[in-house]
């Protein structure tokens, strides 16, 4: 049988407090991800079962949903296994996919709120052309880009790490990530960090892009009265979701690369397990309850099924 090579990740608890404290974190984490499951597959429900639902916007949230999904497949059923056993190691194969699920949930997270930025830019600044830009066709396009692009930039990124022969194992992260596995290796990582530094910059562009479009939105609406409503229901829970996502992302990626020993050991984690945590929770609720059809329909279902 081939060898395999295993990773230490990093536990979430000093030893003292592994007998006192595991439980009560497994089963905090476990309800949490329970909520995420519930909160996500309700919202994915409701808009493929309600054909009035079947626009843009709703089938653009549909996908931001299911990535949510997609991204804490990864870390969850892990995370809870290792609070459960009390075992924080992991084989190298399934640090390789770890990493490659959760950093392409990111892309995927920020290319679809990318495209909602730009569906909402048309359906207040153009309304007349919206269901001309944004058909059937369009959509999709769109949507395989967002997911299309992120694997593909992230299967080259994990290709590229696992080049390496490691010469360490311990990972100093809740979870595998990219840049975490280069820096096992004491071999030069010159190409990976040039491929990091550009898809990331490429990335840090795409959320400029946004916030440009989120601010010609509001110069527009500031001689409406309808556009500012529109504005206020369908574009801030995107600069909530975006905002949310860059800032996690922005300080985890920083803190992983160029942090020092100064910063606290729990800031980092916390960094960390932000993006991971908080937007699939965040992302359904604050749509769920500020869009006012999604909402409806909601409790429409509810009191179907409540009556048979």
């Known amino acids: 049988m081939e060898n395999l090579t295993y990773f230490a990740t990093y536990s979430l608890m000093e030893p003292r407090d592994s007998k ?6 497994f089963t905090c984490i476990l309800f949490l991800y329970i909520m995420i499951l519930f909160v996500n597959i309700w919202l994915v429900v409701v808009i493929v079962l309600e054909k009035a639902l079947h626009e843009p916007m709703y089938i653009f949230l549909c996908n931001l949903c299911l990535n949510d999904l997609y991204g804490t497949a990864a870390f969850y059923p892990k995370f809870l296994h290792d609070l459960l056993l ?30 909602m930025a730009y569906d909402r830019h048309v359906a207040i600044c153009k309304p007349l052309d919206y269901h ?28 590229l790490s696992n080049r390496y022969v490691p010469c360490k194992f311990q990972i100093d ?22 491929y990091g530094f550009v898809f990331i910059s490429l990335y840090f562009g795409v959320v400029v892009v946004i916030m440009v479009s989120y601010l010609k939105l509001i110069i527009a609406c500031k001689a ?19 905002i949310n996502l860059t800032i996690a992302f922005l300080f985890d990626t920083m803190c992983n690369r160029y942090g020092s020993s100064d910063v606290p050991l729990s800031l980092r984690h916390f960094l960390a397990l932000e993006m991971i945590m908080v937007p699939p929770l965040v992302n359904p609720v604050i749509y769920g309850l500020k869009l006012k059809e999604v909402r409806r329909r909601i409790f429409k279902m509810c009191n179907n099924w409540i009556r048979k």
Not at 147 to 152: R, T, V
Not at 224 to 242: A, D, G, Y
Request: proline letters at 3%.
């Open 173 to 194: 992260k809740l979870y595998c990530d990219n840049w975490s596995m280069v820096k096992l290796s004491c071999e030069s990582t010159d190409t990976n960090n040039i």
């Open 20 to 25: 006192s404290y595991r439980h009560l974190y």
């Open 86 to 115: 009390d075992s924080y190691v992991i084989p190298s194969y399934f640090c390789a996919l770890q990493a490659f699920v959760v950093y392409s949930y990111v892309m995927c997270e920020f290319s679809i709120l990318a495209v």
């Open 224 to 242: 409406s009265l309808e556009c500012r409503r529109k504005f206020w229901q369908t574009c801030v829970p995107h600069l909530v979701s975006l």
């Open 132 to 159: 001309s830009k944004l058909n059937r066709k369009s959509c999709g396009i769109l949507l395989s880009l967002c997911w299309i692009l992120p694997f593909l930039i992230m299967f080259i990124a994990v290709v």
